[in-house]
């Protein structure tokens, strides 16, 4: 076993400087990965060693290697960041959703439904009291009256609004729902301002993307509002959702209804709106966070990926609640299906537009909606992206926050057998996933993966079943 004294003073003959906080009597674990090809947003760097000690990146391609070091001679390999899922649902379910992530390579996501067990969670994983991914943890969802979601803490003034954000005290970030009339997005706008808080989620059905990004909006999910915004008749057709008859009973019909006037908008797509929607992004650094790979799901008929086999990682309950959340949106009739792929396809189309002008679109899957997993479901989105017209290396920036591996960063390490620039799908053929310096190889990630199957099997507590 090494000590920290012994890392820095390794350190020191190298001419490096990286702080590595803690006693110097203290053991270190300092790892060796050897003659790897390291793929960042910096670049493809061949034969590259990489020294780990504790947590962090201490050295890459450094003369010696530090006393007692632990090897892992990996030629042939290539090396990513770890990756980053935007758009996650299920923390809590803590022995399926973390090791499910860790295993896939993904060492940080965004869990966009904060509450009480889920920043407590957060805490103990950054405490180091629990092994797990890095997470930012959103409010409770804001939304407003007639809201589809049970459980939504809804906004139904400027000043509920206000007062929503002042009670998320523990939240990363606020988020926003697709019911909220203007003025109570505006006040909570203003409000995460005051309280120096970012905002982020669906954009709004009563607000356009451009005004909602205008006020701040960080990120907009699912593709929502970026048909409308780029449609020539946005005009008409924002007017037609505003003269929609809206049942209180039945809040989902009024939703699908707006989905398919969204769908009409693609109909009248206009690139030049489409450029200066994106210029507007950029100005306001708001990003798209598609989640395609749900959108995938929502949009096939509901039997499609009902078979998928990597359901058995999932609470046994999930494969009720899946099929009935499906029941009110999937198509059914074939004129449904085409129209539904179509619909699809071109708002793939219209995300690889707003990345072909620059916008930054972010890896999130909605992991916990249906048919959608936790850390498999990753690689299935970047896939997604690249046939959305991204590049290969495009698509893993996005998923990997453009990180780059460097002294000084935390040990986030996915270790491929094949060149994902190659084909992007070859992100599944995970052979080591180093996550803040702890390294999971092969035998420990199939141990983590029967060990989750077997607690899927167990009996969740019904305040867990909880979603999206
Ligand atoms: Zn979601």
């Not at 770890?82 to 060492?107: F, K, Q, S, Y």
């Not at 620039?421 to 999971?440: E, S």
């Not at 607690?455 to 999206?468: D, I, L, S, T, W």
């Amino acid at each position: 076993m090494t000590t920290r004294r012994e890392v820095l003073g390794w350190l020191a003959g190298l001419g490096a400087a990286v702080a590595l906080p803690g006693r110097a009597e203290a053991a270190t674990n300092v790892t060796a990965v050897r003659g790897v090809t390291l793929i960042d947003s910096s670049g493809v760097r061949p034969n590259t060693t990489i020294v780990v000690a504790d947590n962090r990146i201490v050295a890459t391609n450094p003369k010696t290697l530090p006393p007692e070091a632990t090897t892992l001679n990996l030629h042939g390999k290539f090396v990513i960041p770890g990756l980053w899922d935007m758009h996650v649902h299920g923390a809590h379910l803590e022995r399926i959703t973390l090791p499910l992530c860790l295993v896939n390579g993904v060492t940080g996501f965004r869990e966009m439904w904060g509450f009480p067990q889920i920043y407590d969670l957060r805490d103990r994983i950054e405490r180091g009291e629990t092994a797990g991914p890095k997470l930012v943890v959103g409010s409770a969802i804001i939304d407003g009256p007639h809201s589809t979601l049970p459980g939504a803490t809804i906004a139904a003034t400027p000043e509920e609004g206000r007062q929503a954000v002042r009670d998320a005290t523990q939240a990363d970030f606020i988020k926003v729902y697709s019911y909220l009339d203007r003025q109570t997005l505006e006040a909570i706008a203003d409000e995460c301002e005051k309280r120096n808080i970012t905002f982020a989620g669906h954009c709004s059905n009563h607000v356009s993307m451009q005004d909602a990004s205008d006020l701040g909006q960080r990120t907009f999910e699912h593709m929502y509002g970026l048909p409308l915004a780029t449609s020539v008749k946005e005009t008409q057709l924002r007017q037609a959702i505003a003269q929609l008859p809206l049942d209180p009973a039945n809040p989902f019909a009024w939703f699908k209804q707006v989905l398919d006037i969204e769908r009409q908008a693609t109909l009248s797509h206009s690139r030049s709106k489409a450029e200066r929607l994106a210029n507007r992004l950029r100005r306001n650094n708001s990003a798209l966070c598609p989640t395609m790979v749900t959108m995938r799901v929502f949009s096939s008929p509901a039997d499609r990926f009902a078979n998928d086999p990597r359901i058995k990682y999932m609470p046994t309950f999930y494969r009720d609640f899946w099929r009935d959340s499906l029941k009110n949106w999937a198509p059914t009739t074939e004129q449904e299906i085409r129209q539904q792929a179509d619909f699809l396809q071109r708002r793939m189309e219209q995300t690889g537009e707003m990345h072909d002008h620059g916008v930054e679109i972010l890896l999130g899957t909605d992991a916990g909606s249906p048919y959608t997993f936790p850390g498999f479901s990753v690689h299935d989105e970047l896939e997604l992206l690249t046939e959305a017209g991204l590049s290969p290396k495009a698509a893993l920036n996005a998923g990997t926050q453009n990180t780059t591996i460097k002294p000084g960063a935390e040990a986030n390490l996915v270790v491929l057998d094949a060149n994902p620039l190659r084909d992007i799908r070859n992100t599944k053929r995970i052979h080591t996933v180093v996550a803040r310096g702890k390294v999971l190889g092969p035998q420990q990630r199939r141990q983590m993966l029967a060990d989750v199957e077997k607690a899927a099997q167990e009996p969740f507590p019904p305040q867990a079943r909880m979603c999206c």
